[in-house]
């Protein structure tokens, strides 16, 4: 404490203590100085803190709390708990019926008190005019109750005897107790509507209250996208008002969302200020918390895809399709249909069309090394038939903690290829005619279910993909040839068709995930056995085919 500051505060107090500080005489620097050295053992190290502590000694006497009859006082100075200005306010409250029962002056600890109080107030004026006074009585929260009102809105799609529904959600989260025994959380978590997507969510707050400083308190403030807003007095013992999520912002994609995005939430700032001053025992203090707002949208992607046509190529005409699948396509956002168009062009059109430049490089190779080269495919990559649904909801915690992205879904699609490619070879002056063929079919059926926070999203929608693998076989129809010279297989070949569909995290940024299909070719080497009339047999290897890669398509 300053030397200024000393004297200053030590003179009202001895303004209230005539008598005693007139006994003090000679002694009266080392009493305040020792004073002022107690005061600091305990934390009470301000200039106003000191000052109070020295009230007391000055009714009690100095080290007044290492005495047997003050060890209430012992007990308040070393909870570590407590705060200072809270301490000193515990023992002046303490103080004065112990004062009054034995026969000491508790009116002169009174006035003393509230003089140090006045003074320090009009310090803090002169700095600030707007400073608020210093609390002089209790005046805390008891307890909180927070609770979401009007949420019987909620709805989630789930799959209701094979059928996806939009049936009603949980119902909303339990009221939430904060009071000594239940801290409040970091964050809380309020489902809701960004403005002009759905009804929002209200969120009510009520105190109960432990004393009262007036006008200022009660008091609850609250903090968003919106503003602030601020309720004092009566009406904040219990006040509700409607919370917004934040407006999504659809990808970039140009589809108008991604599959099960986890979105954002909005934050906003919940507060209840207080004095944080109690009589007795630890004061709650006020609540000052981050409250996330979650879009309470609930979406559904349903597909349906039937297999594609057969494609030809040839080296004597341009190659040939026919007409392209018809994929249906049903999304829907609580209970609204949505445009699908650039979700079905994505799978007619963007998928034929990565399928038809990766067959057309896989035909430019075989034709560099066959001749009179044709080549069959028969697509049927994501045909059948899933659903997703997703969208936030509460965690295990309600009210208290993150949300967590719940997502349902059924799949039963198929991952199937068929492949025919044929021409003619020379070998060692020998000609035949060679059948490459990879052909399979592999089911990707998966159930998802995700409501609790394990499994993660990722763990839980990850296997959602099928990868497969579609080996070659060859055939060979030897061609006469005038000296006699023929070939023929003398094994399997190697090289497959190897590739992976399904559900993967979107490439493009941002969460959520996008189908996929990834496709590449294997190096296709055949062994042949090469029978010449005058050598005899001579085995041979015949490089059929490259590695090269034939698909890499997404859409999300």
């Known amino acids: 404490m300053q030397a200024a500051d000393t004297d200053d505060f030590a003179a009202l107090v001895e303004a209230n203590w005539p008598a005693v500080a007139g006994r003090l005489g000679e002694r009266r620097a080392a009493f305040l100085d020792t004073a002022v ?12 803190e000191a000052a109070r502590y020295l009230n007391l000694c000055f009714a009690f006497g100095p080290a007044f709390e290492t005495r047997p009859q003050h060890e209430w006082a012992l007990a308040l100075l070393a909870d570590e708990r407590l705060a200072p200005a809270v301490k000193l306010h515990q023992l002046k409250y303490r103080a004065v019926p112990e004062l009054q029962r034995q026969g000491g002056d508790a009116a002169a600890l009174q006035r003393a008190d509230a003089a140090l109080a006045d003074r320090a107030d009009a310090a803090r004026r002169a700095a600030d005019p707007d400073a608020e006074p210093l609390p002089r009585q209790a005046c805390d929260i008891e307890a909180i109750d927070l609770r979401v009102l009007e949420a019987d809105w909620r709805h989630e799609y789930r799959a209701v005897e094979g059928q996806w529904q939009r049936v009603p959600g949980p119902p909303p989260p339990a009221a939430l107790r904060i009071d000594g025994a239940h801290p409040a959380p970091a964050v809380l978590s309020v489902l809701t509507h960004a403005p002009g997507r759905g009804p929002q969510a209200r969120l009510q707050v009520r105190q109960a209250l432990h004393g009262g400083c007036g006008e200022r308190h009660p008091a609850v403030r609250w903090l968003g996208a919106e503003g602030l807003a601020r309720w004092h007095g009566h009406e904040a013992r219990a006040v509700s ?12 994609t140009g589809l108008g969302l991604a599959l099960a995005e986890e979105i954002p939430p909005g934050v906003a700032l919940l507060e209840t200020p207080t004095c944080a001053l109690r009589d007795e025992g630890l004061p709650l203090g006020p609540l000052r918390t981050q409250v996330w707002t979650y879009p309470a949208d609930q979406w559904l992607f349903a597909l349906q895809r039937e297999a594609g046509p057969e494609w030809t190529w040839s080296t004597a005409a341009a190659p040939a399709a026919g007409a392209t699948p018809a994929t249906r396509c049903r999304i829907e956002r609580d209970g609204f249909a949505l445009d699908a168009r650039g979700w079905i062009e994505g799978f007619d059109q963007g998928l034929a069309q990565a399928l038809r430049q990766g067959f057309g490089g896989l035909f430019e190779q075989w034709s560099q090394r066959a001749q009179n080269a044709g080549m069959q495919a028969r697509p049927a990559l994501l045909t059948g038939r899933a659903a997703l649904a997703w969208g936030w909801r509460e965690g295990a915690g309600g009210l208290a903690g993150e949300a967590l992205m719940r997502v349902a879904g059924e799949l039963d699609l198929g991952c199937g290829l068929a492949v025919s490619l044929d021409g003619e070879f020379d070998l060692g002056g020998s000609r035949a005619r060679v059948q490459l063929s990879a052909e399979g079919d592999v089911r990707l059926q998966r159930s998802v279910l995700r409501e609790q926070a394990k499994p993660g999203l990722l763990d839980a929608v990850l296997p959602c993909r099928a990868a497969f693998r579609l080996p070659f076989s060859m055939a060979v129809d030897p061609i006469a040839h005038d000296d006699g010279l023929v070939w023929a297989e003398a094994g399997p070949c190697s090289g497959a068709i190897v590739g992976e569909a399904g559900l993967r995290p979107r490439l493009s940024g941002g969460s959520g995930w996008q189908w996929f299909v990834r496709a590449s070719v294997e190096p296709v080497v055949a062994p042949v056995m090469l029978a010449d009339p005058l050598l005899g047999q001579v085995r041979r ?16």
């Open 37 to 48: 050295q107690q005061a600091a053992r305990h934390g009470l190290v301000a200039p106003l």
């Open 241 to 252: 008002w409607p919370v917004a999520a934040m407006a999504p912002q659809p990808p970039a």
């Open 541 to 556: 290897h015949l490089a059929l085919l490259p590695a090269l890669p034939l698909l890499d398509w997404s859409l999300g």
